[in-house]
């Protein structure tokens, strides 16, 4: 009996240790994993593009703010969420369903003191330590490369995955991933709809939804890729916190026609009522509705 015992409490210590061998017990590990650093030096434009773009600060996007604080908010105080918990010791990855898409490396590597970690840095706005939680070149090029994972496996560690294979890579193999080039690419993110798969759902992005079900169903072509990253571009406007070129791309996406007609109706003799009929439209290039959420 003691002997079973022994073996009981032995596997309990076991198991734990053996499944998180290799997943980040910090923010600074978690970012280190992902780290996309090395890729600067020989890619230097689409570096700087897309240290300015919003992949580069998905926790606090618009304006350096920090958009996860509700969640991290005490139960019970103003504010909190249907996810929050009365002591940040108890916040698991799981009370952070946003991480599915602002931060999927979260929910393959990290063990939940980084959600510990998170909650006490929203707590404290700590935006510098916040700051280091990125969609990298890796997280793009590694994590969401692959969405066939009964036929095609996890990505393999190590590997970039893009639009072509690259055996002689400098900065380490290149596979061919199938998805690239499509805008289901874009659409692991950017949202279908509600997310309903979770035990409180809610929505937050869903042009993907849109894109498809308004766009492509009515004739369009274009991938997302075709519109947001010509040439390479890995800015991937709109950049909110640049007012002046979100403002130019707008005004070169909508076009506001308006036609007028003024007149007098002759209700009966010299009784002259006037009228005016507006016709407006509003186009849009977009391939979706705009704005999203
Ligand atoms: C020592 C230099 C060097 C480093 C470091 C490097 N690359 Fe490259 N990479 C190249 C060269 C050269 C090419 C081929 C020419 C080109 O497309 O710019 C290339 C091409 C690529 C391509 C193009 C594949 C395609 O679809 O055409 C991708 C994607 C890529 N690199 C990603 C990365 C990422 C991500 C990193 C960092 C993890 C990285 N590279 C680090 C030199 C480097
Ligand atoms: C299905 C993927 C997905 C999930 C899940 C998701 N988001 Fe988002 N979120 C996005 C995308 C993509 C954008 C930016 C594009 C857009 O708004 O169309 C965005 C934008 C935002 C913005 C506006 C940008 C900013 O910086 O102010 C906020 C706020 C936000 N999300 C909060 C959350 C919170 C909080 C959660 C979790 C409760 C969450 N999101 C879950 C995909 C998602
Ligand atoms: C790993 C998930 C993920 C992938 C893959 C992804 N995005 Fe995003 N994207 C986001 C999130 C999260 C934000 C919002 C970050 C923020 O502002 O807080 C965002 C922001 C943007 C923005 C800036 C506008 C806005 O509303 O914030 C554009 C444009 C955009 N993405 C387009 C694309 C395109 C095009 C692709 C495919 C080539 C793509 N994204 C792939 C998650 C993703
Ligand atoms: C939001 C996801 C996302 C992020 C972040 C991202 N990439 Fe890409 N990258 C893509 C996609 C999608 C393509 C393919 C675009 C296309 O259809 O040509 C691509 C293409 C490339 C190419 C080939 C460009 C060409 O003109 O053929 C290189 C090189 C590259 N990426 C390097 C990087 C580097 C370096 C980083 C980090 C600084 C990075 N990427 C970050 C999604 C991303
Ligand atoms: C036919 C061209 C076209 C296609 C296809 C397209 N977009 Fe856009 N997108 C635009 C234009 C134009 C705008 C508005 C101008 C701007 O803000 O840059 C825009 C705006 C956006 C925004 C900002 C939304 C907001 O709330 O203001 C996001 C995010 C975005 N697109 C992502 C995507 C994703 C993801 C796809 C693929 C599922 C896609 N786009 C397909 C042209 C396109």
Redesign the pocket.
């Known amino acids: 009996m003691r002997f079973l015992k022994l073996i009981l409490v032995l596997l309990f210590i076991a198991v734990p240790l053996v499944a998180s061998a290799d997943k980040a017990k910090t923010i600074d590990e978690l970012a280190k994993m992902y780290d996309s650093s090395s890729c600067k030096g020989c890619h230097e434009d689409i570096y700087t593009q897309w240290e300015k773009s ?1 992949h580069a ?2 926790l ?3 304006k350096g ?1 920090l ?2 604080s ?2 991290a908010a005490k139960k019970g105080t103003e504010g909190a ?1 249907a ?1 929050s918990e009365d002591d940040p010791k108890k916040m698991k990855i799981k009370n ?7 931060l999927p490396q979260a929910i393959t590597s990290a063990e939940d003191s980084v959600a510990v970690e998170l909650t006490e840095a929203l707590l404290a706005k700590d935006k510098v330590k916040i700051a280091k939680l990125q969609i990298t070149c890796i997280v793009c090029h590694n994590t969401k490369a692959i969405i066939h994972k009964r036929e095609l496996g996890e990505p393999e560690k190590g590997v970039i995955y893009s639009t072509k294979d690259m055996e002689a890579h400098p900065g380490g193999k290149i596979k061919k991933s199938a998805i690239f080039k499509d805008s289901i690419y874009c659409g692991q ?4 709809g509600p ?1 309903l798969e979770f035990d409180q759902p ?1 929505q ?4 993907y939804g849109s894109y498809l079900h308004n766009y492509v169903s009515g004739g369009g072509t274009k991938t997302c890729q075709n519109c947001h990253m010509q040439k390479g571009d890995h800015l991937i406007a709109p950049n ?1 916190n640049d007012d002046k070129q979100t403002s130019e791309l707008l005004a070169k996406a909508l076009s506001l026609d308006v036609e007028t007609l003024g007149y007098e109706w002759l209700r009966k003799a010299k009784t002259y009522v006037p009228k005016v009929v507006v016709s407006t439209k509003i186009k849009t290039t977009a391939g979706h509705r705009i ?3």
């Open positions: 919003h600060r998905p606090m996007g618009v703010g958009m996860l509700p969640l969420t996810f952070y369903p946003c991480f599915k898409c602002h993110c950017h949202g279908l997310n809610f937050c992005a869903n042009l909110f704005p999203d959420g």
